[in-house]
T-cell receptor
């Protein structure tokens, strides 16, 4: 029972590079979400997706791009990484409507030098 | 002003103590409410949903006051394993997380 997985778990990159964080869930959940977690801010929603090929912006979408060609995958791309994007990134999914309980992946710790 | 505010703590309590966390939210249109638990360097996990009538799950009791836009979590008979950060979550069209309250239970 893999649930929801993220890769890589740790990533160090340089300013200006493109980085893609992967998220995969085995439950066939409709909704998927990307959050970032920074000290003092809690988790903030970057993007979410209600179904394959349907994505929408969250609270802090600038500098990020998402796609969802398959229900089980929801990659997050930083097109040109900046130091301010150093953070812990969590992917989550839920089976029902967006207000249902969310299940989180283990997180990706990204450092941008 | 943040949409969801929590006292960051830390709360340091002895085993067996009762501890209460509070959370306030600013958007009166919020529809559903949760407490999540997050262990150090781990992902958040649902602790319990919060209902208008209040709800209890073992040693944990959650309450919601819509008029005051206030949510609380009470932990009775604290265990060492309760040490974690507790996140208040408020949902209208998307989930809004508080920054969390850190709890350390000591022997």
């Amino acid at each position: 029972d893999a649930g929801i997985t993220q890769s890589p778990r740790y990533k160090i990159t340089e300013t200006g590079r493109q980085v893609t964080l992967m998220c995969h869930q085995t439950w066939s959940h409709s909704y998927m979400f990307w959050y970032r977690q920074d000290l003092g801010h809690g988790l903030r929603l970057i993007y979410y997706s209600a179904a394959a090929d349907i994505t929408d912006k969250g609270e802090v979408p600038d500098g990020y791009v998402v796609s969802r060609s398959k229900t089980e995958n929801f990659p997050l791309t930083l097109e040109s990484a900046t130091r301010s994007q150093t953070s812990v990134y969590f992917c989550a999914s839920t089976s029902g409507v967006s207000t249902d309980t969310q299940y989180f992946g283990p997180g990706t710790r990204l450092t941008v030098l | 002003r943040k949409e969801v505010e929590q006292d960051p703590g830390p709360f340091n309590v002895p085993e067996g103590a009762t501890v209460a966390f509070n959370c306030t939210y600013s958007n009166s249109a919020s529809q559903s409410f949760f407490w999540y638990r997050q262990d150090c360097r781990k992902e958040p996990k649902l602790l319990m949903s919060v209902y208008s009538s209040g709800n209890e799950d073992g040693r944990f009791t959650a309450q919601l006051n819509r008029a005051s836009q206030y949510i609380s979590l009470l932990i009775r008979d604290s265990k060492l394993s309760d040490s974690a950060t507790y996140l208040c979550v408020v949902n209208r069209n998307d989930m809004r997380f508080g920054a969390g309250t850190r709890l350390t239970v000591k022997p």
